[in-house]
């Protein structure tokens, strides 16, 4: 039997791994949520799928996404990661992943989790709108940009609405 699948998930088997076990499915750890955090941070301006090929490469760099590691990152560590060819080179984004783990821990703090604050935006249920076609699956809602807003005020960088 052949899953159903997405089309845009068929060029190649990664895109099919991801698209079969983690897309669209709820997320309520924090460490997951910090690591999708990092890797959407980079994604922003490029193709997700950019963001899987390094995907491993990324969890290296980034101290396994353990937040709290992520956070004492020194401007030295910051200009090997800026060197590190194995992972999307941007500087911005790079000190954003730490000014993200500063935000994270402070949010989980505050909330006792990063997924109580985050899932507290849709009343703690996933949200299904049953599109049929990819292009019924908007870049943004109004959640996202009410998210976005948030998490702006609340520090995070490279957290816009679609991004979201």
């Not at 993200?100 to 849709?122: D, T």
């Amino acid at each position: 039997m052949t899953k159903k699948r997405c089309a845009w998930c068929e060029k190649t088997d990664l895109y099919k791994d991801y698209h079969d076990n983690e897309w669209g499915k709820p997320v309520y750890d924090d460490d997951t949520l910090f690591e999708f955090l990092i890797l959407e941070t980079f994604q922003a301006g490029l193709s997700w799928y950019t963001v899987l090929v390094k995907r491993d490469n990324f969890r290296k760099a980034f101290a396994g996404f353990d937040v709290q590691k992520v956070a004492k990152f020194t401007d030295a560590k910051l200009q090997v990661l800026a060197e590190d060819v194995g992972i999307i080179r941007n500087k911005l984004k790079i000190k954003a992943a730490v000014t993200n783990a500063h935000a994270f821990i402070k949010v989980q703090e505050e909330f006792g989790s990063f997924s109580k604050y985050i899932w507290g935006f849709v009343d703690n249920k996933p949200i299904d709108n049953h599109p049929k076609t990819l292009s019924e699956v908007t870049a943004t809602t109004e959640i996202s940009d009410k998210l976005s807003k948030d998490l702006k005020k609340r520090g995070f960088k490279f957290v816009g609405s679609t991004v979201v």
